[in-house]
């Protein structure tokens, strides 16, 4: 069973840097094809791509947010942790992470985690 | 930065066929572009639907399809169901990057 879990804080003030973690399970991230990524929402709007890590590292970037974003994976943890700094009221979302596993992408998502940036 | 566009809103009857489209300010969505269709309920994380433009999840519905039409990706709807009512959202690949649409949104009345 493939499960994906979001955790991290709820409130941020201005300027500070978000940290999310993924926490997945039913697959490895050191298995060839594998990636997990980070989808956002605000409130009553579309989603949004944010970053995504592949099993070997690459690394991909939404190219409006790339200067701000920073992705990492533990594989030994089967976590993968979203940096984004100078967060802005703007970027008060639903923050999601998914799977994806060669062209199957985000076929398997996580709840979402709400985080509201306000002071 | 590449934009992808879907209709806004559309309306279907119970029973009916609705396509959904999905295209590029780069131009003709391609199957290289790797179109992915995403339902959302109100509340609920996505669900995904259609992969690589037209192929199936296991969990997904024989009445939804995907294909490349006019130059874009659609999905379509066929023998509505109530519960099809929803957001849906298309994701197009391009290289480096993940692009998602507006989203449509779709009411079964």
């Known amino acids: 069973q493939i499960t994906l879990k979001e955790s991290g804080p709820t409130l941020v003030k201005p300027t500070q840097t978000l940290t999310l973690t993924c926490t997945f399970s039913?697959?490895?991230?050191?298995?060839?094809?594998?990636?997990v990524g980070w989808i956002r929402q605000p409130p009553g709007k579309a989603l949004e791509w944010l970053a995504l890590i592949y099993w070997d590292d690459d690394k991909q970037f939404s190219p409006s947010l790339k200067n701000r974003l920073a992705i990492t994976k533990d594989t030994s943890k089967n976590q993968v942790v979203l940096t984004m700094t100078n967060m802005d009221p703007v970027d008060t979302a639903t923050y999601y992470c998914?799977?994806?596993?060669?062209?199957?992408?985000?076929?398997?998502w996580g709840q979402g985690t709400l985080v509201t940036v306000s002071s | 930065q590449t934009v992808v566009t879907q209709e806004p809103s559309l309306t279907v009857s119970p029973g009916g066929t609705v396509t959904l489209t999905c295209a590029s300010s780069a131009g003709a969505v391609t199957s290289g572009y790797y179109p992915n269709w995403f339902q959302q309920k109100p509340g609920q994380a996505p669900r995904a639907l259609i992969y690589g433009t037209s192929n199936k999840h296991s969990w997904t519905p024989a009445r939804f399809s995907g294909s490349l039409l006019g130059g874009k990706a659609a999905l379509t709807l066929s023998g509505v169901q109530p519960e099809d009512e929803a957001d849906y959202y298309c994701?197009?690949?391009?290289?480096?990057?993940?692009?998602f649409g507006g989203g449509t949104k779709l009411t079964v009345l």
């Open positions: 998914a799977r994806r596993r060669n062209s199957q992408v985000f076929a398997y």
């Open positions: 994701l197009l690949f391009y290289g480096g990057a993940h692009v």
């Open positions: 039913g697959f490895s991230l050191s298995t060839g094809g594998e990636g």
